[in-house]
């Protein structure tokens, strides 16, 4: 069966998935969960007006946004160990949309299972937080794979951007229900994160309807065998592919301090930024950036047009270190939000860029999926190092902001791995 590329009804279906899923990544990761969480498992001392935020979790002592960090890279390494099988799977069997519904589901129904988040309960209340993330991360394999089945490389930029752009504008609007729901009709946050799992299950139904079932390869065997056997093609062919192989180590690098940033910028805020109470205003500082992320998509992804998409990224990641050193100095809200802006901004740009890079860098190939499944390898190996790191640096500091430090450096090093790419290589040649 042959997929028909550059169909809009498939195209259009297949970027309804960002609408559908970004509203995890906003309102669980970035914006209401982390404020709720933090009120669930921290409070000030009456007396000393010292903030309390330690926990217990399966017998030893964290503070809070330690945990939450340690939780997280629990589940991106859950991701690193069974997304590249299943993908290989699915190249073989042709069911790249039976593993994207899979994850999906995973991860709206741990979305809904947060409801009952109980804080002296931690070992089993953390267990929906890494699956909700492990559903989402985990079927972006397989959705991102789709891309340069159902798209020419020349419609990737726009297909990407057109994606994200969605994904933060439908967010943007849960999140402002979400906290007119709060502040107006004052309904308890556990709503909030049954109405973010129904949202994207619900959404992603257009998304099944549209996408074709895509091509299997005949082959005998076991396909998790086989799976693990085309991983292993994909490596010895990317030794052949050298500006794909310069690109996956600087995005290794630089994606790892950019989703780091991310997870960590509203609990970072909430301890360092805002004083206590102040929760509508980190709210506020995550749309900002969400409204701002749909611009930065689109215009790059103008503008990769006319410098081209390796000019951009190093442009934007050399931005991207000085907003990290400027996050380390500011001190007050209005200076969080106009650096929320630029972030937005960069974030949009950064994130839809770098998907559509890869997939123009791909050599013709069946196996999508086993590409984007070392994609989102690499992307979750850096996010397990660098969530892990920053809550590790917080725990023996116990200063966030020495953790921001970290990612300075990080960026620092992703930056000079995309210098080693000249800007023209996408228009040489993809398979040098």
Known sequence: ??????????????????????????????AVFPIFYAAQTSSIDK??????????FLGHSFTNTELYNYVFSVAYLIVVFTAPLLSGVADFT?????????????????????YFFDSSHLEWSMLPVMLACVGFWGSLVFYNAYLPEIADSHIHNQLSAKGFTLGYIGSTLVLVLCLVGLKVFKIDARYIFVIVGLWWMGFAQITYLRLPKSRPQKSEG???KKGFLELLKVYRELKHLKVLKKFLSSYFVYNCAVQTLLIVAVPYANKEIFPPGD??????SVII??????????????????????????LTVFVWMFICLAGYLIRTPYQFYFLAATVGFLMGAIQSMSRSTFSKLLPVTDDHASYFSFYDVTEKI???????????????????RQSILFLVF???????LLLRIKNSALKTDVAL
């Open 410 to 416: 990080v960026f620092a090093i992703g930056f000079t």
């Open 47 to 56: 007396v000393t007006g010292k903030l309390m935020d330690t926990v217990t």
């Open 94 to 114: 042709g069911n790249k949309k039976f593993f994207l519904k899979l994850f999906c589901y995973i991860g709206s129904f741990s979305c809904i299972g947060l």
């Open 279 to 284: 929760k509508s205003g980190l709210i506020v």
């Open 1 to 30: 069966m042959t997929i028909e590329k550059n169909n809009p009804r498939i195209m259009n279906g297949w970027a309804m998935y960002d609408w559908a899923n970004s509203v995890y990544n906003l309102v669980i990761t970035a």
């Open 382 to 400: 850096g996010l397990v190092l660098g969530v892990f790191l920053f809550g590790y640096i917080e725990g023996i500091t116990h200063d966030m």
């Open 289 to 314: 950036i969400q409204l701002v992320a749909a611009v930065g998509a689109f215009i790059m992804s103008r503008v990769s047009l006319r410098i081209g998409n390796f000019a951009v990224l190093k």
């Open 222 to 224: 076991n396909p998790l």
